[in-house]
């Protein structure tokens, strides 16, 4: 999934982990592969194969993102 995102905007996604090896991952994990996309100061929350993280966008407005797969929903937050 492509995504526009605004640098040092907060944006809050929600998370579907499929698969049992996914679901079992810390919630450390999923913010370190959130952060590799291109956020900061991630905070995962929740279990199981529904998670919940808020992050502030670091790169370039102008940069076209690429969102993981797992990223169900997105959307900015203020």
Do not use: C, D, H
């Not at 919630?27 to 502030?56: D, L, P, Y």
Request: glycine fraction near 8%; charged fraction near 30%.
């Amino acid at each position: 999934m492509g995504f526009t995102l605004r640098e040092g905007r907060w944006y809050e996604a929600a998370i579907l982990l499929r698969g049992f090896t996914e679901r079992k991952f810390s919630n450390e994990v999923i913010a370190k592969r959130i952060a590799a996309a291109g956020f900061e100061r991630v905070k995962v929350t929740g279990s199981g194969s529904a998670r919940m993280a808020v992050g502030k966008w670091a790169r370039p407005t102008s940069e076209r993102a690429e969102i993981p797969r797992q990223i169900a929903k997105l959307r900015e937050i203020t």
